[in-house]
Structures are given as C-alpha cells and as structure tokens.
C-alpha cells in the first residue's frame, strides 16, 4: 500500500456497492479500509473485520488503525445496512434493534471515535440511506432506521462544518444488488414500475454518484441529499 495519499474508510465494503465502490477508489488513488463482518480482498484496500452492530467492535477498529493512515484519512462512506424484509407482526425487539445498530448507530460511533482519534485530513462522510425513507418500505426497521439517518447525516453537517467537513446523504431506490434480489420478482417490477426510469438502477450508477459527492466537483453540496432513484421518489 502507497506510504501517501488519500484515505478512505467504507463500511459494508462487501456488499454490492462497496465492491462495485472499491476498484473506482482505487483508480482514483486511493487507499480504502473495508469495513465489513466478511471484508473482501480487492486492490487498494486493507480488509477490516467488525461487526458494527457491537460498539466495542467499532472501537477496536478505531483503536487498531495506524496513525499514519488516520493523518490521512479524507473520506468515510457508510454503505454497511440490514434489511431482513420481516413484515411488522413477525418483529422482534432484538431484530429492531439490530437494524437500528448497524444502519444508524454504527454510522455515528465510527465518525465519533475517528473524531476522538484524531483525522485532521478528513473532508467528506457520505452517509447512504434509502429512497425507503421517504417513501416507505414494507420492513419497518429498515423504512424508519433510513429516516433516521437522514437526521443524522443533518446533525453531522452541522457539527463539522466548523471543521470543513462536507456531509452528504445518498437515497437510493431500487439498485439492481443482492440486497435488492431477496424481494420477489413481483415486487421489483412493482418498485421498476414506480420509476420515471423504468427500471432498476445499477450499482455502478450508484457509485459513480458516492465519487462525485467525495470530489471536489461537488464542493458547494453541504447536507443535501441526493434522490438517486430514477424517479420513484422527488
């Protein structure tokens, strides 16, 4: 790995965005920490292992970085979420607060225990949320922990804006992922259909999105949040 340049840290490294994320980090010159319980191998990036659902995890994961890579790191993006499709009747307290763990909190604890660290280099958190936000989601965890980042990602923009820190949110509607692949074949084409696009977006439109709110050609976006669901949502 380059002893220089810029760092980023991407939770859910493993799933269909982090993969599809990874190799443009990389190209970009890059390095990437992968966060994920299962992090992949990929060029350009340190595999990390943590369950971010457990607090203690986060904070080994923060305390087991180098320095050298924490003077560096510029960029977080939080794509690591759990959706288990559970209608409401069928919900535990324990799945509801394990979706809540990983999609919400997780997100804040790492920016809090990077702060506490010490990341000076630090310029972008793009914090991935869902067009389910807003417009709904038949898991109830999943529709109301996404809202629930909203917020969030609106608290952050205002709390590190003093040092220089953009925060973004991205809300994307149905991607053509693994995630996405565990609703039926009906549902999907219902969700397809709902779109000014007529379509499933992609993972690498997705992407490509995450690389434009890091860069510097998005410099004036300071908590926006971007609606990248082909039209099910504006």
């Known amino acids: 790995m380059p002893a220089d340049g810029p760092v980023a840290l991407v939770t859910g490294a493993g799933g269909g965005l982090g993969q599809a994320l990874l190799p443009l980090l ?27 659902a457990d607090p203690l995890a986060i904070e080994a994961c923060a ?6 890579v924490l003077q560096r790191l510029t960029t977080v993006v939080h794509l690591a979420g759990v959706y288990p499709t559970m209608p409401a009747a069928g919900y535990s ?3 509801w607060d394990r979706v809540f763990a990983v999609n919400v909190r997780s997100a804040f604890l790492l920016v809090q225990v990077l702060l506490r660290a010490g990341v000076p280099a630090l310029q972008s ?7 389910a936000a807003k417009v709904g989601s038949r898991d109830p965890a999943y529709a109301a922990s996404k809202a629930a980042l909203l917020g969030l990602g609106r608290h952050l923009s205002l709390d590190l804006a003093g040092r220089g820190v953009r925060v973004n949110m991205l809300l994307p509607g149905l991607i ?17 259909g ?41």
């Open 176 to 192: 053509d992922t693994p995630m996405s692949q565990r609703q039926t074949a009906e549902r999907r084409a219902y969700h397809a």
């Open 93 to 95: 307290v324990e799945l």
């Open 125 to 131: 958190v793009v914090l991935t949320s869902s067009a």
């Open 63 to 68: 305390a087991g970085l180098h320095s050298g």
């Open 194 to 234: 709902r779109t000014l696009a007529g379509r499933a977006g992609t993972a690498s439109e997705m992407v490509h999105t995450i690389m434009f709110l890091i860069s510097d050609a998005s410099s004036y976006l300071w908590g926006a949040s971007i609606d990248a669901n082909g039209g099910m949502a504006f």
């Open 26 to 52: 990389h190209d970009a010159g890059y390095t990437t920490l992968g966060v994920d319980i299962s992090p992949p191998a990929a060029a350009g990036c340190l595999p990390v292992a943590c369950d971010l």
